[in-house]
């Protein structure tokens, strides 16, 4: 399967929202999940969250890049620098390691007819490049590594950490026996 990447532009807002639809990928997420506090991504989960990020576009900000196969957006993944996602910092698990400037990749999400098939791994390593054309020195992610298989895809919206390794990352702490935080120095 040829696939192609984008970053999410708002002229890309059409393809992000088809790839989303209705339940906004996840329970109304949008992917806010990592850049609001927990009570107002409540207060506003669904339309809300939908509104916030299309707001988050429209100053111009890249919030991760799209995976399209045959021109329909099939992947995404949010990558952008740490800062973007301030739910990371009130994290006592995935607090940072050091003080070097990082990018994070906070959110995978793949149609589900194009699952298991290695869109993942594709988008982190496209994830990967594009932080590298941005100035991005060290990309970190914060996948799961299930105590059992097959996980739930509801839970794996970090990705897995399989796929991590496979895009060449590799573990750099654990505090959490299912978590670990896995960088790739570029």
Same mark, same amino acid.
């Given at each position: 399967?040829?696939?192609?990447? +984008?970053?999410?532009?708002?002229? %890309?807002?059409?393809?992000?929202?088809?790839?989303?639809?209705?339940?906004?990928?996840?329970?109304?997420?949008?992917?806010?999940?990592?850049?609001?506090? &927990?009570?107002?991504f409540? %207060?506003?989960?669904?339309?809300?969250? %939908?509104?916030?990020? &299309?707001?988050?576009?429209?100053t111009?900000?890249?919030? =991760?890049?799209?995976?399209y196969? +045959?021109?329909?957006?099939?992947?995404?993944?949010?990558?952008?620098?740490?800062?973007?996602?301030?739910?990371?910092?009130?994290?006592?698990?995935?607090?940072?390691?050091?003080?070097?400037?990082?990018?994070?990749?906070?959110c995978?999400?793949?149609?589900?007819?194009?699952?298991?098939?290695?869109?993942?791994?594709?988008?982190?390593?496209?994830?990967?490049?594009?932080a590298?054309e941005q100035?991005?020195?060290?990309?970190?992610?914060?996948?799961?590594?299930?105590?059992?298989?097959?996980?739930?895809?509801?839970?794996a919206?970090? =990705?897995?950490?399989?796929?991590?390794?496979?895009?060449?990352?590799?573990?750099?702490?654990?505090?959490?026996?299912?978590?670990?935080?896995?960088?790739? +120095?570029?």
């Amino acid at each position: 399967m040829k696939l192609t990447f +984008e970053p999410v532009t708002l002229d %890309r807002w059409t393809d992000f929202e088809a790839l989303f639809g209705e339940r906004g990928a996840c329970g109304g997420c949008w992917c806010m999940w990592w850049r609001i506090k &927990r009570s107002e991504f409540e %207060r506003q989960k669904g339309e809300g969250n %939908r509104q916030a990020m &299309r707001a988050l576009m429209k100053t111009g900000e890249v919030p =991760g890049i799209l995976a399209y196969s +045959e021109g329909q957006p099939v992947g995404w993944c949010s990558v952008a620098p740490r800062s973007a996602y301030p739910v990371l910092g009130r994290s006592r698990i995935l607090k940072p390691l050091d003080d070097k400037p990082v990018w994070s990749i906070v959110c995978l999400f793949v149609d589900k007819d194009y699952r298991d098939r290695g869109v993942s791994v594709k988008l982190l390593e496209a994830a990967v490049a594009y932080a590298r054309e941005q100035g991005a020195e060290i990309v970190e992610g914060y996948p799961v590594e299930p105590k059992k298989d097959p996980m739930p895809a509801v839970f794996a919206f970090t =990705g897995l950490a399989s796929a991590f390794l496979q895009a060449g990352f590799t573990e750099r702490a654990r505090r959490s026996p299912t978590r670990p935080i896995m960088r790739r +120095e570029l």
